[in-house]
């Protein structure tokens, strides 16, 4: 199957919803049951962002391996991990995918290539680079996913992994979820231009710009880095633009800082990645209501289990503190 | 004496500083935000505009970096992060640099330039949000280290700070930002590498440093009510130490407690046990004893967290073994006695 193919399969269109679906039904959970104060971490929510996950790790295989950020709910999720993992970590229990360790900032399963997250910003992207080297030593048909915010950028991280990993032609996919904000401060007081996708140029990569609330456009671009870093021909970067519905941290809405309207966060909920899959979906006739609303029943199932799988899971018991150094 | 938050107290310092000195400025990711690092910048920013305090790119060494280039050239900058942890980007600048640019230029070249850093313990801040990491920079011939634990050790010690020539880290920790006590309105000093005794006794000499002061104060009350008499001793600042108050009280008690929320090895717990068995040895009764971290990172969940800081019951069996002749409880008896808390909530 040509992966960058333009047209948007039924079997393409199914997958997508169902990956949107599972990130956006995850953290609408959090949204509703943070307020309990069993969920005792700090947790960055992506909703709204969906559309870069879901795009991106639909064009993965399962081998292929992401590397993620403080906000790492919905990469891992589109990966394909078990919610049931991922919300019990949340809840701090032993059975949650870093037995309660980790929490909100630093979702893994390295069984299905999520290989952690970072709260520290421009962290991983080295990591995600070393994975690279490490596929194209062992020869391996593999890529290397690195994700990161528009504040990532600005660290020597980026910059200087851009230079090695065009440098060696390393299998690495390079996406920037700029969303325009670091925590309230907008890219504009940070960065000269907002062109990010620019920035490739200088290292000799090629750059993309993606509308990130079109799942379809980003899974299209992530296709065609994928292969050409299959083949050998190094790294591509991709600035997927996308909105963040609530506060930097935590599951509110922000408006009252000022820092922004309530319209214009209304204007960008309005242009949902869900929403805009579905006109698409209905408008060219890809996939019937009833499939969608399957769907839809399905995951809203997965999410009540992997509630009550969190919410009955032991804690970790006092010893546990030292193992796994 | 007007009372004020630790929070507020760093904000007054900030301003008046800045309105008495033209050449200071204001620096760091979220400064000039409307959160302004939890409350210490938003009134230095209202005051002095986007010119002397703004906000930054994510990019934490260079900045450090920056910071000391304008210092060699006249200025005096304020860098600020959210979490001590951001700084460990910065130690290329810190130490590589800003420690050792004077002594490299015989002296010609001061570096004055105030780090403050934030430790953001609770609510599941994890291993990368929540470090205490005074005794990495404490190492460093070149830096001065404080840590203030109440609002008039804050503000003072932030206006020694612009005043001084030298590179200084401050580390905060952020239990004690809502935390009240007086402070005067004018400006005034303490200078560095001075403690201060929180509470004078005479049985057991106990260190405490920066929020592990608060636990202190419970442990010693516990400890009085079974005719235990502690000495308080908050440093303030580590490097330099005061080590003339510490060595005198250890003189007058005969024992020592360190109690350090940071890691035990090669600590700060481990400095202070040092200086006391090189130089009054002779005063020890019984051995030192140090209430720090467990030596793991920083789990997130709840009830690891409750486990892995210590409270003022570990400070209290400490204590009472030094009398009992019993062995003190070892780090692997987790007390889970409910910490002084008045944090929750996302940040
Ligand atoms: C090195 C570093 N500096 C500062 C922070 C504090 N911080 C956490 S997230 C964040 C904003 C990051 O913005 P961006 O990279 O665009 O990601 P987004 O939150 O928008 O997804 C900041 C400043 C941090 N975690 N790491
Ligand atoms: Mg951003």
Same mark, same amino acid.
């Given at each position: 199957?040509?992966?960058?193919?333009?047209?948007?399969?039924?079997?393409?269109?199914?997958?997508?919803?169902?990956?949107?679906?599972?990130?956006?039904?995850?953290?609408?959970?959090?949204?509703?049951?943070?307020?309990?104060?069993?969920?005792?971490?700090?947790?960055?929510?992506?909703?709204?962002?969906?559309?870069?996950?879901?795009?991106?790790?639909?064009?993965?295989?399962?081998?292929?391996?992401?590397?993620?950020?403080?906000?790492?709910?919905?990469?891992?999720?589109?990966?394909?991990? &078990?919610?049931?993992?991922?919300?019990?970590?949340?809840?701090?229990?032993?059975?949650? /995918?870093?037995?309660?360790?980790?929490?909100?900032?630093?979702?893994?399963?390295?069984?299905?290539?999520?290989?952690?997250?970072?709260?520290?910003?421009?962290?991983?992207? +080295?990591?995600?680079?070393?994975?690279?080297?490490?596929?194209?030593?062992?020869?391996?048909?593999?890529?290397?996913?690195?994700?990161?915010?528009?504040?990532?950028? =600005?660290?020597?991280?980026?910059?200087?992994?851009?230079?090695?990993?065009?440098?060696?032609?390393?299998?690495?996919?390079?996406?920037?979820?700029?969303?325009?904000?670091?925590? /309230?401060?907008? %890219?504009? *007081?940070?960065?000269?231009?907002?062109?990010?996708?620019?920035?490739?140029?200088?290292?000799?990569?090629?750059?993309? @710009?993606?509308?990130?609330?079109?799942?379809?456009?980003?899974?299209?671009?992530?296709?065609?880095?994928?292969?050409?870093?299959?083949?050998?021909?190094?790294?591509?970067?991709?600035?997927?633009?996308? #909105?963040?519905?609530?506060?930097?941290?935590?599951?509110?809405?922000?408006?009252?800082?000022?820092?922004?309207?309530?319209?214009?966060?209304?204007?960008?909920?309005?242009? /949902?990645?869900?929403?805009?899959?579905?006109?698409?979906?209905?408008?060219?006739?890809?996939?019937?209501?009833?499939?969608?609303?399957?769907? *839809?029943?399905?995951?809203?199932?997965?999410?009540?289990?992997?509630?009550?799988?969190?919410? =009955?899971?032991?804690?970790?018991?006092?010893?546990? $503190?030292?193992? !796994?150094? | 004496?007007?009372?004020?938050?630790?929070?507020?107290?760093?904000?007054?310092?900030?301003?008046?500083?800045?309105?008495?000195?033209?050449?200071?400025?204001?620096?760091?990711?979220?400064?000039? !935000?409307?959160?302004?690092?939890?409350?210490?910048?938003?009134?230095?920013?209202?005051?002095?505009?986007?010119?002397?305090?703004? &906000?930054?790119?994510?990019?934490?060494?260079?900045?450090?970096?920056?910071?000391?280039?304008?210092?060699? /050239?006249?200025?005096?900058?304020?860098?600020?992060?959210?979490?001590?942890?951001?700084?460990?980007?910065?130690?290329?600048?810190?130490?590589?640099?800003?420690?050792?640019?004077?002594?490299?230029?015989?002296?010609?070249?001061? %570096?004055?330039?105030?780090?403050?850093?934030?430790?953001?313990?609770?609510?599941?801040?994890?291993? @990368?949000?929540?470090?205490?990491?005074?005794?990495?920079?404490?190492?460093?011939?070149?830096?001065?280290?404080?840590?203030?634990?109440?609002?008039?050790?804050?503000?003072?010690?932030?206006?020694?700070?612009?005043?001084? &020539?030298?590179?200084?880290?401050?580390?905060?920790?952020?239990?004690? #930002?809502?935390?009240?006590?007086?402070? +005067?309105?004018?400006?005034?000093?303490?200078?560095?590498?001075?403690?201060?005794?929180?509470?004078?006794?005479?049985?057991?000499?106990?260190?405490?440093?920066?929020?592990?002061?608060?636990?202190?104060?419970?442990?010693?009350?516990?400890?009085?009510?079974?005719?235990?008499?502690?000495?308080? $001793?908050?440093?303030? *600042?580590?490097?330099?130490?005061?080590?003339?108050?510490?060595?005198?009280?250890?003189?007058?008690?005969?024992?020592?407690? %360190?109690? !350090?929320?940071?890691?035990?090895?090669?600590?700060?717990?481990?400095?202070?046990?040092?200086?006391?068995?090189?130089?009054?040895?002779? #005063?020890?009764?019984?051995?030192?004893?140090?209430?720090?971290?467990?030596?793991?990172?920083?789990?997130?969940?709840?009830?690891?967290?409750?486990?892995?800081? +210590?409270?003022?019951?570990?400070?209290?069996?400490?204590?009472?073994?030094?009398?009992?002749?019993?062995?003190? !409880?070892?780090?692997?008896?987790?007390?889970?006695?409910?910490?002084?808390?008045?944090?929750?909530?996302?940040?």
């Amino acid at each position: 199957m040509n992966k960058s193919n333009s047209q948007l399969s039924p079997e393409l269109a199914q997958k997508l919803y169902l990956s949107l679906l599972r990130c956006r039904k995850f953290e609408e959970k959090i949204v509703e049951l943070y307020p309990q104060q069993e969920i005792r971490c700090p947790t960055h929510l992506s909703l709204g962002q969906e559309g870069v996950a879901a795009g991106v790790c639909s064009a993965l295989e399962k081998e292929d391996l992401i590397f993620s950020t403080h906000r790492c709910h919905s990469h891992t999720i589109a990966k394909g991990a &078990d919610l049931k993992f991922l919300m019990a970590e949340l809840y701090g229990k032993k059975t949650g /995918c870093s037995k309660g360790k980790g929490g909100s900032m630093h979702f893994l399963q390295p069984e299905i290539g999520a290989m952690g997250a970072s709260a520290i910003v421009g962290g991983t992207i +080295p990591l995600a680079i070393g994975a690279a080297l490490a596929l194209k030593m062992k020869s391996k048909n593999q890529v290397s996913v690195a994700f990161f915010g528009d504040g990532a950028i =600005e660290q020597g991280t980026f910059h200087e992994g851009l230079n090695f990993a065009s440098l060696k032609k390393l299998p690495v996919l390079f996406i920037c979820e700029n969303n325009g904000l670091a925590t /309230c401060t907008p %890219i504009s *007081s940070r960065q000269p231009f907002s062109d990010i996708y620019k920035r490739a140029e200088s290292y000799m990569i090629p750059g993309n @710009q993606v509308d990130g609330t079109n799942v379809h456009e980003v899974y299209q671009a992530a296709a065609t880095a994928v292969e050409r870093a299959k083949k050998g021909e190094g790294p591509t970067l991709i600035e997927a633009q996308c #909105y963040r519905w609530r506060e930097h941290v935590g599951p509110n809405f922000d408006y009252q800082l000022g820092f922004r309207s309530k319209e214009d966060v209304e204007k960008a909920i309005e242009k /949902c990645p869900i929403k805009c899959l579905e006109e698409k979906i209905k408008n060219e006739n890809i996939l019937s209501k009833e499939i969608l609303l399957e769907i *839809s029943d399905l995951v809203t199932k997965e999410i009540e289990e992997s509630v009550n799988f969190a919410k =009955e899971s032991p804690f970790p018991q006092a010893e546990e $503190i030292f193992m !796994d150094l | 004496m007007r009372e004020l938050k630790y929070k507020e107290a760093i904000s007054e310092a900030h301003v008046q500083a800045m309105l008495k000195n033209p050449n200071i400025y204001m620096m760091g990711v979220g400064v000039a !935000d409307p959160t302004g690092i939890f409350g210490t910048t938003i009134a230095a920013s209202k005051c002095f505009g986007k010119e002397r305090v703004f &906000d930054t790119p994510l990019s934490e060494n260079t900045l450090t970096g920056i910071g000391i280039g304008s210092a060699m /050239c006249g200025l005096r900058p304020i860098l600020i992060h959210a979490r001590n942890d951001f700084l460990l980007l910065t130690m290329d600048q810190i130490v590589n640099h800003a420690a050792k640019w004077n002594y490299m230029a015989g002296g010609k070249l001061p %570096i004055p330039f105030l780090i403050r850093a934030i430790i953001g313990r609770g609510w599941g801040q994890a291993a @990368q949000h929540s470090q205490s990491l005074q005794a990495l920079f404490a190492h460093i011939p070149g830096l001065q280290v404080i840590m203030p634990s109440s609002p008039y050790d804050a503000k003072g010690l932030i206006l020694s700070s612009m005043e001084s &020539d030298k590179t200084t880290i401050c580390i905060e920790h952020r239990w004690l #930002y809502e935390k009240s006590g007086p402070v +005067p309105e004018e400006p005034y000093s303490i200078p560095f590498g001075k403690g201060t005794i929180l509470r004078k006794g005479k049985d057991i000499t106990l260190v405490a440093i920066s929020h592990m002061t608060l636990e202190a104060k419970t442990a010693a009350e516990e400890c009085s009510k079974e005719n235990i008499d502690i000495e308080i $001793i908050d440093p303030r *600042s580590l490097r330099p130490l005061d080590e003339d108050l510490i060595l005198s009280s250890i003189k007058k008690t005969g024992r020592l407690i %360190i109690a !350090d929320a940071a890691w035990k090895m090669c600590g700060m717990s481990s400095e202070i046990s040092a200086l006391a068995a090189e130089k009054c040895f002779p #005063y020890l009764k019984a051995p030192i004893l140090r209430i720090t971290l467990q030596d793991t990172p920083t789990p997130c969940s709840s009830v690891l967290e409750t486990v892995y800081y +210590p409270t003022s019951m570990n400070i209290v069996k400490a204590a009472r073994s030094l009398f009992s002749g019993k062995p003190k !409880d070892d780090a692997k008896e987790f007390i889970a006695a409910k910490s002084e808390r008045d944090f929750s909530g996302p940040f």
